[in-house]
T-cell receptor, first 118, second 111 residues
Framework: GAVVSQHPSRVICKSGTSVKIECRSLDFQATTMFWYRQFPKQSLMLMATSNEGSKATYEQGVEKDKFLINHASLTLSTLTVTSAHPEDSSFYIC??????????????FGPGTRLTVT | QKEVEQDPGPLSVPEGAIVSLNCTYSNSAFQYFMWYRQYSRKGPELLMYTYSSGNKEDGRFTAQVDKSSKYISLFIRDSQPSDSATYLCAMSVAAGNKLTFGGGTRVLVKP
């Protein structure tokens, strides 16, 4: 259980275009999902917290108009990189919060999406 | 200074040895502590999840939390080449809150 998928796994796009990345919780409902980006040999940096049915909360320094997040259902959140530029090339990873009801809530991660902007 | 510090490694051990990993942190409000394993170009996989201080064991993995010292550890017994990966510690202030990650330690288990 607690499987999170992402689509696509890899995407190459031209500068100035927009790219949408999907994050799905396959076997549980997630009221909260998180979006991270990771540069080579670096740790994960939280971009935004996505709550189902409400606006996402962005971390300081993340442009909300550039990284559009939509959490339309309890199993799907999408990240759209608008007007992508080469500096947006990165590994984007989502996680979904599983409410266990026990000691706390656990986050399960998707396999990541590698975005390359040419 | 980063909120969570983790030695980047690489940590190289022979197969069968115990792998010892640790993180230190500065925010005393952290209550939930996690260890993730990440293979190259893959998403992190949750290994251990602990609340407050104490020990937790799961198979070959043991997690320890010492809140008084702001120090957490992960031990991997009988290490295997398949354990070669980057190990990330993460922590949060409250259940389900955003995670703060360490930089990750790269581990190499040599056959």
């Amino acid at each position: 259980g607690a499987v999170v998928s992402q689509h696509p796994s890899r995407v190459i796009c031209k500068s100035g275009t927009s790219v949408k990345i999907e994050c799905r919780s396959l076997d549980f409902q997630a009221t909260t999902m998180f979006w991270y980006r990771q540069f080579p040999k670096q740790s994960l940096m939280l971009m935004a917290t996505s709550n189902e049915g409400s606006k996402a909360t962005y971390e300081q320094g993340v442009e909300k108009d550039k990284f559009l997040i939509n959490h339309a259902s309890l199993t799907l959140s999408t990240l759209t990189v608008t007007s992508a530029h080469p500096e947006d090339s990165s590994f984007y990873i989502c996680s979904a919060r599983l409410t266990s009801g026990g000691a706390g809530d656990e986050q399960y991660f998707g396999p990541g999406t590698r975005l390359t902007v040419t | 200074q980063k909120e969570v510090e983790q030695d980047p490694g690489p940590l190289s051990v022979p197969e069968g040895a115990i792998v010892s990993l640790n993180c230190t942190y500065s925010n005393s409000a952290f209550q939930y502590f996690m260890w993730y394993r990440q293979y190259s170009r893959k998403g992190p996989e949750l290994l251990m999840y602990t609340y407050s201080s104490g020990n937790k064991e799961d198979g070959r993995f043991t997690a320890q939390v010492d809140k008084s010292s702001k120090y957490i550890s992960l031990f991997i017994r009988d290490s295997q080449p398949s354990d070669s990966a980057t190990y990330l510690c993460a922590m949060s202030v409250a259940a389900g809150n955003k995670l703060t990650f360490g930089g990750g330690t790269r581990v190499l288990v040599k056959p």
